[in-house]
């Protein structure tokens, strides 16, 4: 399907102040921006397997959308949630397990690219990807 693929991270808008908004130390921060992300990605209908590959660790996630599942950031925080398809855009709602407070991320293509956005307490950022 659409998303099928080898990506690989190309730039970062407005990452470090979402990281910070999710209460990631300085250190790692830094860090993060620099974590080489790749994502291979296969789609069979409802059902996705994605293999997270970067510089801090290696995971493969799987889900069938609208199921829910829980998922481990690389930081350690646990997430709680759910992917569904709104339109052509992959929405996941999360909630985090320490506070409970609402993790929102959304994946589409945007001439060509794989745009992930992510909105967490009023801050919202994004990670873009092209295609390997």
């Known amino acids: 399907m659409a998303f ?5 991270i190309d730039r970062n808008e407005n ?3 979402f990281m910070e908004q999710l209460g990631i130390n300085m250190v790692k921060r830094k860090l993060a921006e620099h974590d080489h992300l790749k994502l291979i990605i296969e789609q069979n209908g409802d059902k996705f397997t994605i293999k997270e590959s970067s510089t ?3 995971k493969d996630i799987e889900f069938t959308l609208g199921v829910q ?3 481990s ?5 646990e997430l709680i949630g759910t992917w569904a398809m709104e339109g052509e855009t992959l929405k996941g709602t999360f909630t ?3 506070n409970g407070k609402l993790l929102i991320t959304t994946r589409s293509l945007v001439g060509g690219e794989l745009v992930q956005c992510y909105s967490y307490e009023g801050v919202d950022a994004k990670r873009i990807f092209k295609k390997a």
Do not use: I, Q
């Open 96 to 98: 985090r397990k320490d």
């Open 56 to 58: 801090f660790r290696t």
């Open 4 to 8: 099928n693929g080898t990506w690989k």
């Open 69 to 71: 599942f829980e998922y």
């Open 15 to 17: 990452y470090d102040k």
């Open 73 to 77: 950031m690389a930081d350690g925080t």
